[in-house]
């Protein structure tokens, strides 16, 4: 048996000089903001693995009312419902990830992205796609007010 999640995040971005993006520090005129660490690609990811096994949402298992949350390191989370997939006797297939981002380009750090979500999960890299586009200087994105991250998950039952 297999089953799909999807999930989209948005994070509003503020002036700053490193952004968080899938488990990668990047040089960047801004950063994302957020109860965590803000990574905004790593915590759709998460969400859509919840999704794929209706776990809920990402704010219900990680409220922003918690403080013990704050600031935490979102491979923590990723894990997290990794693990939770993982006990309800299923394995992940690929994600496919898409970043809506105007600036900075992120061509040349897709590649850490991809090695680094891999790691976490335990999977091949192979099995993540991480692709970028931009807003086209349209809305909150072309105007560099938001980030937003859609994963889409394929997860098959294994036990």
Do not use: W
Request: one cysteine or more; glycine letters at 8%; a negative charge.
């Amino acid at each position: 048996m297999m089953r799909i999640g999807h999930s989209t995040d948005i994070h509003r971005l503020e002036p700053g000089n490193t952004l968080i993006l899938g488990g990668v520090k990047i040089p960047s005129p801004y950063q994302s903001v957020g109860h965590s660490d803000a990574d905004c690609l790593l915590h759709s990811m998460a969400e859509a693995l919840l999704g794929s096994l209706a776990l809920g949402d990402l704010g219900s298992h990680f409220p922003d009312t918690n403080d013990e949350f704050r600031d935490l390191d979102s491979g923590v989370i990723l894990r997290y419902a990794h693990e939770a997939v993982q006990r309800e006797g299923y394995e992940i297939g690929n994600i496919d990830a898409l970043v809506f981002l105007e600036k900075p380009k992120l061509s040349n750090y897709i590649d850490a992205m991809r090695a680094t979500v891999a790691n976490l999960l335990n999977i091949k890299k192979n099995q993540v796609s991480i692709k970028a586009t931009t807003g086209e200087k349209i809305g909150m994105v072309g105007s560099s007010q938001a980030i937003v991250c859609e994963t889409v998950v394929l997860v098959k039952k294994v036990k």
